[in-house]
C-alpha cells in the first residue's frame, strides 16, 4: 500500500515536471514577445556608401530595400524589431543575417 502511494506520487510529479516545461517551452517559443535588433544606420549607410560609389542603381537599391523589408516581416509576430541605437543591452542583433539575406 505505501509502495503504491510513493509510485502514484512520483509517476504524478514526473508527469507535471514534464507538462510545465512542455507549456513554458511552447509559450516562450509561439507566444511570448522576443526583441531583436537591426543596425538601421549602418545598414543605410552601407547602402548609400555603394549607390554614391556607382556599384549599385535605384533599382537595385529598391530591391535591397524590399529584400530587407521582407526579411524583418517573416521574423514572425512574436519579434519585435528595434533600432539597435534604441536599444541599451539585449536583444539577438539581426543586422548581419539582413545584409547577408539582402544580397543574395
Keep these: ?3 503504491d502511494n510513493i509510485k502514484t506520487t512520483a509517476l504524478s510529479a514526473c508527469m507535471s515536471i514534464l507538462i510545465s516545461v512542455g507549456v513554458v517551452y511552447l ?4 507566444y511570448a514577445q522576443k526583441v531583436v535588433v ?3 544606420v549602418s545598414y543605410l549607410e552601407k547602402q548609400k556608401m555603394e549607390f554614391l560609389e556607382g556599384r ?27 533600432s539597435k541605437d534604441m536599444v541599451l543591452s539585449g536583444g539577438k542583433d539581426i543586422s548581419d543575417e539582413i545584409s547577408k539575406y539582402s544580397e543574395k
Design 56 to 82: 549599385t542603381n535605384e533599382e537595385k537599391l529598391r530591391d535591397e530595400f524590399a529584400k530587407a523589408k521582407k526579411m524583418i516581416d517573416s521574423l514572425g509576430e512574436n519579434r519585435v524589431v528595434l
Design 27 to 30: 509559450y516562450d517559443t509561439y
Design 1 to 3: 500500500m505505501l509502495l
Design 38 to 40: 537591426f543596425d538601421l
